[in-house]
C-alpha cells in the first residue's frame, strides 16, 4: 500500500502549532500559549475594527488573562483546521460562563457559545507572527445579557 502525503511538513507543524495554542488555551496556560507567538507580531480583533490594535505579546496577552479571568470555565472545540500559504484558519467555538465584568460588559453570570475564526500567520520560523479573530460581536453581548 502506498500513502501519499496531500499537506507539506510545514503545514502539518504550523496546522500542531495552531492546535497546541487552543490546548494551552483550554489549559489557562498563557505563557504556553505566548510562546507560540512571535510578542511584536499583529493582534486584530477583527470585529473592533479594519486593523489590528495592537501587539500579541502586549494587547494579546492582556486580552486573553482577561478572557480568563472573567470566564473561569472558558473551553473551546476545534472544529476546522485550514492551511492556505502562511496561514491557518481555525474554526473553533469558545464558550464559557461570565464570572466577572469583561470589556465593558457587566457580569451576569450569563453562559455563551460562540463561533470564531482565528488566523494565524506564521514567519519562516513557524511562529504566529500575527492573529486576527472573527466572531458575531452582537450575538456574544446578547448571550451576555447586553
Known amino acids: 500500500m502506498k500513502i501519499t502525503q496531500t499537506e507539506s511538513l510545514t503545514d502539518l507543524t504550523r496546522k500542531g502549532t495552531s492546535i497546541e495554542f487552543f490546548s494551552a488555551y483550554q489549559e489557562r496556560d ?8 512571535d510578542p511584536n507580531g499583529a493582534f486584530w480583533l477583527m470585529p473592533l475594527g479594519p486593523e489590528p490594535q495592537g501587539t500579541i505579546g502586549e494587547l494579546g496577552r492582556n486580552f486573553w488573562t482577561g478572557v480568563m479571568a472573567a470566564f ?3 473551553d473551546n472545540t476545534v472544529d476546522k483546521v485550514t492551511a492556505d500559504g502562511d496561514r491557518i484558519v481555525c474554526n473553533v467555538v469558545l464558550f464559557g460562563t461570565q ?3 469583561f ?11 460562540s ?3 482565528f488566523i494565524f500567520h ?7 507572527a500575527s492573529v486576527a479573530i472573527d ?3 452582537a450575538r456574544f453581548q446578547q448571550q451576555l445579557g447586553i
Not at 506564521?122 to 504566529?128: H, Q, R
Open 72 to 74: 473561569l470555565d472558558i
Open 122 to 128: 506564521f514567519n519562516e520560523d513557524d511562529k504566529i
Open 99 to 101: 464570572a466577572a465584568d
Open 135 to 137: 466572531w458575531d460581536h
Open 103 to 113: 470589556a465593558g460588559i457587566p457580569n451576569k453570570g450569563l453562559r455563551f457559545n
Open 115 to 117: 463561533d470564531h475564526i
Open 30 to 37: 498563557i505563557e504556553r500559549m505566548m510562546a507560540l507567538f
